[in-house]
């Protein structure tokens, strides 16, 4: 770093914005486990199905907290670079850290994007800890249980994407075989009829191929699962409505993102356009974002993803102004055994959660990144632990690192 930003990196700089740090509020850490100070803050990578970002905040007391963060460039840089504004903060107060964060990484663009991603994941890591301190499990902290287990829904794949047939027998052998009662699929796949992508127009035999991909996978699970079936923001809004009209005899569980993200009346006109519950919310960052699409009623279900929006607190706000729509949450999900489950101690602290995405099937050895089993018969059991009640399996850790990382200090 050039020297002439140096201070920015200084947390006693005399800035002129406002500054939120404990000794500026005048925020006293002298009572019991309030006399802890964070010393450190860690990132390391691991090469999962996506490059899940693990954060670790390290105290005076000895104890560290284990966080994640949604994967994506520049993620461990930023949080490297918000470590002199937490470093001597006091963890437990995690709400006020947030916003000191929010507020010191506004050069660095705080509304929304990777830097609030990487405050999330300092937020996890902040819970985890806080949890420890304090010896009770995190969803406490977010005001405790509404339900002892989350449920969980499996995002299926198969390489025959296309083909209804194999789409509804990899349903089945999810359903069977996995034990799971909640699915996904993608309907953004190539029915081979596409003259052109770029346009989003869906063409009448493109609609009818997404048909036969739900109807094979609806009628093939019956009511031993629910399904929901994901467009990745692809569609016209005139496409869009077409489709989530012809779906709805087929009572699917939601339409995920069939319009792109930026428009929210276009958002709002197609969902109001059907009964099919129209789903979003994975790529808008923090409550700011989701108050928009919440307030307009422009989703039936909101989807907020946890270690990218702005992390436990922020989206447990998020689920009570959901709440205050009669809106449920299914929250979007790719981490790893961690951000998992810190999403599901957010999920049993809410009254509005429907289910916790799982997007990692085919990996194989997702489970092992901790000591805990963590997903059974389709749920987890949130931990009763401490924190977020799960142990980092750091030869698992080391084995899976991303090239070039290093892995974090012991404990
Ligand atoms: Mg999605």
Redesign the pocket.
């Known amino acids: 770093m050039p020297e002439e930003y140096a201070d920015l990196h200084d947390p006693n700089a005399n800035y002129t914005m406002r500054d939120l740090s404990g000794e500026t509020m005048g925020v006293t850490g002298d009572r019991g486990v309030r006399s802890v100070e964070i010393t450190d803050v860690q990132t390391t990578m691991v090469d999962g199905n996506f490059p899940w970002t693990l954060v670790r905040v390290y105290t005076d007391a000895g104890v560290v907290g284990t966080g994640e963060a949604y994967w994506g460039a520049g993620v461990p840089e930023l949080i490297d670079r918000m470590k002199p504004f937490v470093v001597g903060e006091n963890p437990l107060d995690i709400d006020r850290l947030y916003e000191h964060l929010i507020q010191k990484m506004s050069g660095e663009g705080s509304i929304e994007g990777a830097t609030v991603t990487a405050i999330s994941g300092i937020d996890v890591a902040l819970h985890d800890l806080a949890g420890k301190l304090l010896d009770i499990p995190a969803y406490q902290l977010l005001g405790g249980k509404y339900r002892d287990e989350v449920r969980v829904y499996c995002d299926c794949h198969t390489e025959e994407e296309a083909d209804p047939v194999a789409c509804a027998d990899e349903a089945e052998r999810v359903v069977e075989e996995l034990g799971y009662d909640a699915l ?1 699929f993608d309907l953004d796949v190539p029915s081979g009829l596409e003259k052109d992508r770029a346009n989003r127009h869906l063409r009448p035999g493109e609609i009818r191929h997404k048909i036969d991909i739900v109807e094979e996978v609806t009628e093939r699970v019956k009511d031993r699962a629910d399904v929901a079936f ?3 923001w692809s569609f016209s809004a005139n496409s869009a409505e077409r489709l989530a009209a012809e779906l709805e005899e087929y009572d699917v569980w939601w339409l ?2 069939p319009v792109p993200p930026e428009n929210l009346s276009v958002q709002e006109t197609v969902t109001r356009s059907t009964t099919t519950p129209i ?1 979003a919310g ?1 790529n808008r960052y923090r409550l700011s974002e989701h108050r928009r699409l919440i307030e307009s009623e422009a989703v039936d279900i909101i ?1 907020p993803d946890m270690p990218k929006v702005g992390g436990m607190r922020e989206t447990r706000k998020i689920a009570d102004l959901a709440n205050q729509y009669y809106i449920p949450v299914a929250m ?1 999900n790719v981490s790893s055994p961690i951000g998992t489950v810190a999403s599901a101690h957010v999920g049993s602290a809410i009254p509005n959660m429907l289910a916790v ?1 799982y997007h990692s099937y085919e990996l194989g050895w997702w489970g092992d990144l901790v000591e805990e089993s963590i997903i059974e018969d389709g749920s987890i059991t949130i931990p009763e632990k401490s924190g977020l009640g799960v142990t980092l399996d750091l030869d698992v850790v080391a084995e899976h690192m991303v090239d070039g990382e290093t892995l974090f200090d012991p404990a």
Do not use: G, L, P
């Open positions: 996904k994901d467009c990745h995920e993102d789903t994975e989807a979007h995405e």
